[in-house]
């Protein structure tokens, strides 16, 4: 039992390149999809963001400054502040002054962000425009 594979002529070769002309054709309409649909992607709202500043700390006599340590212990100027009810009451009272002093608040780099953010609402229910965050500068280098 014998059949024929091809002719001695080599006329009948076996064609074992790939075809590649769809696969340019689907990349070309890929092309074009992307090209048309990234604009609408990336439109957004014009604006103008706020541009970081580093502006030293002046420490004023009428500043007030809050510190949280790492316990969520809460000190008024370096004296210790019982309960929240305590604070938004001292708060309170600085908070009717003309010029309304700042609240400076300085908090542990452990503390959690739960007791850093009592003190921010007890300056919002307090009344007080103005709250600063003290913050160290990385280390150079």
Same mark, same amino acid.
């Given at each position: 039992?014998? !059949?024929?594979?091809? %002719? ?25 999809? !992307? ?12 604006? %103008?963001?706020? =541009?970081? $500043?580093?502006?030293?700390?002046? $420490?004023? &006599? ?5 510190? #949280? ?26 908070? #009717?002054?003309? &010029?309304? &002093? ?7 780099? =452990?503390?959690?962000?739960? %007791? ?15 709250? %600063? !965050?003290? $913050?160290?500068? &990385?280390?150079?280098?």
């Amino acid at each position: 039992m014998a !059949f024929n594979v091809g %002719s001695d002529s080599g006329e009948d070769e076996i064609n074992a390149n790939i075809n590649t002309t769809p696969l340019v054709d689907v990349m070309l309409v890929l092309l074009i999809i !992307f090209l048309i649909t990234i604009p609408v992607v990336t439109q957004t709202v014009p604006m %103008s963001l706020p =541009k970081e $500043t580093n502006i030293a700390h002046q $420490t004023k &006599p009428e500043n007030i400054e809050i510190s #949280v340590n790492k316990d969520g212990d809460v000190f008024w100027n370096a004296k210790a502040v019982a309960d929240n009810d305590t604070l938004v009451k001292k708060l309170k009272q600085v908070g #009717v002054l003309n &010029p309304q &002093p700042e609240v400076h608040i300085r908090g542990d780099e =452990k503390a959690r962000y739960e %007791s850093v953010g009592r003190v921010v609402f007890a300056c919002q229910r307090a009344g007080i425009l103005k709250i %600063s !965050f003290v $913050t160290e500068p &990385p280390p150079k280098g």
